[in-house]
């Protein structure tokens, strides 16, 4: 193989990359970021002449992935997996690369203060915002942002270090910028205004009501199945176009973007690269989070449970399959607001791309971080069914997996590598409960996750108890075989 610092190059895209200008500063360079936002760039880039370029920051961990990104000239390859075979595309938008503790805080404070940043983009997941899912506010109490309250000029948060940085750019005469969200949550524009002018109004008043002013925070629903990058992964790629790229990532065909069009210094023409600018996301955002994210969570629970690895595998027993469409149709599209789309045909398309048998996407890794994924993907529309009197017993089965899940054994006795923010008090209110009624309560008191509304509603807490009384009983496969039946 040759040598990626070298050999990239020959790749590399047509347009004339010295004309791209640090526009944007992204934070979280991981494998999603790779694959959507930075490819929507250098198809502008590549087709429109854009000159949109992207300073690449990582804050905490991924120090090899900005080494080598820098080693090869800032370029990295984008695989799109399909039964019928892999594409290649390399990508050129990277300006400049950041690690906040191998560069230092002061270089990426240094970058977001460029007078043409325009645009702040974050993929750090739900967990990064440090806010509590269940109500969507910062968490003052958490250890990182008491940290960084206690030193605000030496933030280590994503949020510290966008607050420390529009300081900056206050104190210099510089305007703000727009904070744009890409991660999945249901309106992350306005969760993130809310953590970022919490912390603002924590360090000083003054700096709070100047970011009110100068700074929005547009919401976006982002949409492309990437998987983790394995060994095999990039094995692949390599034998593909001759280059080892450490850098590179694959993905699903398919991508999607809805943008809210509320930015402060301008933003990139994204609509000619396929994005949709709206006024109001939320719709869109709720109908992913709800049908895709949603079926896609429920699947990684009781599909591991059942002894199934990946996605594709779970779409060969139809009885999941069967499970996966009607929890989409019949439970989380009645709860939607999104008008002029034809449900039944997007939950077709979602059944259609979970059966890509190249994707190889790992039940465990959709797995992770369970406590920051359940409320928007089931439990808000649990609340929308207990308002309306209505059915949700695949939801009630989707909420009992996870809890199954989380008991950190499977069906066979092996243990589960639980990863997920608050580990370790899910563990701890496992370790102090009985398995069956006396563990669904004991879970039902994170209010982190499940409010107090909730665990205070016996429709709700007998409607879980049900569900996870049929998993003990009869295991996760035939319960998913018990439910499909009675659809």
Same mark, same amino acid.
């Given at each position: 193989m040759e040598n990626s610092a070298l050999s990239l190059s020959r790749?590399? +895209?047509?347009?004339?990359?010295?004309?791209?200008? #640090?526009?944007?500063?992204?934070?979280?360079? $991981?494998?999603?970021?790779? =694959?959507?936002? =930075?490819?929507?760039? %250098?198809?502008?880039?590549?087709?429109?002449? !854009?000159?949109?370029?992207?300073?690449?920051?990582?804050?905490? $961990?991924?120090?090899?992935?900005?080494?080598?990104?820098?080693?090869?000239?800032?370029l990295y390859t984008v695989a799109e997996m399909s039964a019928e075979g892999w594409?290649?595309?390399?990508?050129?938008?990277? #300006?400049?690369?950041?690690?906040?503790?191998?560069?230092?805080?002061?270089?990426?404070?240094?970058?977001?203060?460029?007078?043409k940043v325009?645009?702040? !983009?974050?993929?750090?997941?739900?967990?990064?915002?440090?806010?509590?899912?269940?109500?969507?506010?910062?968490?003052?109490?958490? +250890?990182?942002?008491a940290a960084d309250l206690a030193r605000p000029e030496q933030p280590k948060t994503a949020v510290g270090v966008i607050v420390a940085a529009l300081a900056r750019r206050k104190a210099a005469g510089l305007r703000g910028f727009s904070v744009m969200s890409c991660d999945n949550m249901p309106e992350n524009g306005h969760v993130t205004r809310n953590v970022v002018l919490a912390y603002a109004h924590a360090v000083d008043a003054a700096l709070a009501q100047w970011?009110?002013?100068?700074?929005?925070?547009? !919401?976006?629903?982002?949409?492309?199945?990437?998987?983790?990058? #394995?060994?095999e992964t990039l094995q692949r790629?390599? %034998?593909? #176009?001759?280059?080892?790229?450490?850098?590179?990532?694959?993905?699903?065909?398919?991508?999607?973007?809805?943008?809210?069009?509320?930015?402060?210094?301008?933003?990139?023409?994204?609509?000619k690269a396929g994005a949709e600018l709206v006024t109001d996301v939320l719709p869109f955002e709720e109908m992913k989070l709800r049908m895709l994210n949603g079926s896609h969570s429920f699947l990684a629970y009781l599909g591991y449970l059942a002894g199934y690895p990946l996605?594709?595998?779970?779409?060969? %027993?139809?009885?999941?399959?069967?499970?996966?469409?009607?929890?989409?149709?019949?439970?989380?599209?009645?709860?939607?607001?999104?008008?002029?789309?034809?449900?039944?045909?997007?939950?077709? !398309?979602?059944?259609?791309?979970?059966?890509?048998? =190249?994707l190889a996407h790992r039940t465990w890794q959709i797995a992770m971080d369970g406590s920051q994924k359940l409320p928007q993907r089931m439990l808000d529309s649990i609340r929308w069914h207990l308002a309306k009197g209505s059915n949700w017993p695949l939801l009630a089965l989707g909420v009992a997996g996870w809890m199954r899940y989380v008991d950190g054994v499977d069906e066979q006795g092996n243990a589960i590598e639980i990863s997920d923010?608050?580990?370790?008090?899910?563990?701890?209110?496992?370790?102090?409960?009985?398995?069956?009624?006396?563990?669904?309560?004991?879970?039902l008191s994170l209010t982190a996750i499940f409010g107090d509304d909730l665990p205070g509603n016996p429709v709700f807490v007998e409607g879980v108890m049900q569900a996870y009384r049929v998993l003990l009983e009869k295991g996760?496969?035939?319960?998913?075989?018990?439910?499909?039946?009675a659809l």
């Open positions: 790749f590399a +895209p047509q347009y004339d990359r010295s004309r791209l200008v #640090t526009r944007c500063v992204h934070l979280g360079f $991981g494998a999603f970021h790779r =694959a959507h936002q =930075a490819v929507y760039a %250098d198809i502008l880039a590549t087709d429109h002449h !854009s000159d949109w370029g992207y300073c690449e920051v990582n804050l905490i $961990g991924g120090e090899q992935q900005i080494a080598d990104l820098n080693r090869q000239d800032r594409t290649t595309r390399v990508v050129g938008v990277a #300006t400049q690369a950041l690690h906040a503790q191998v560069d230092g805080l002061d270089a990426v404070l240094t970058a977001l203060c460029q007078p325009a645009i702040v !983009s974050l993929t750090i997941t739900e967990k990064g915002y440090c806010h509590s899912p269940a109500t969507g506010e910062l968490m003052r109490e958490h +250890p990182m942002i970011i009110e002013g100068e700074v929005t925070f547009p !919401s976006t629903m982002v949409d492309r199945i990437v998987p983790a990058v #394995t060994p790629i390599a %034998d593909l #176009t001759g280059i080892d790229d450490p850098v590179a990532v694959a993905c699903e065909p398919f991508r999607q973007w809805v943008i809210e069009d509320n930015f402060v210094a301008g933003r990139p023409e994204w609509e996605i594709n595998i779970c779409m060969e %027993d139809q009885n999941f399959r069967a499970a996966a469409r009607a929890l989409m149709l019949n439970e989380q599209a009645p709860t939607l607001k999104v008008k002029g789309v034809d449900l039944s045909r997007y939950a077709d !398309s979602l059944i259609a791309r979970y059966e890509n048998t =190249a923010p608050l580990k370790a008090d899910i563990a701890a209110k496992v370790a102090q409960s009985e398995q069956g009624t006396a563990r669904v309560q004991a879970l996760a496969k035939a319960a998913i075989a018990q439910y499909a039946a």
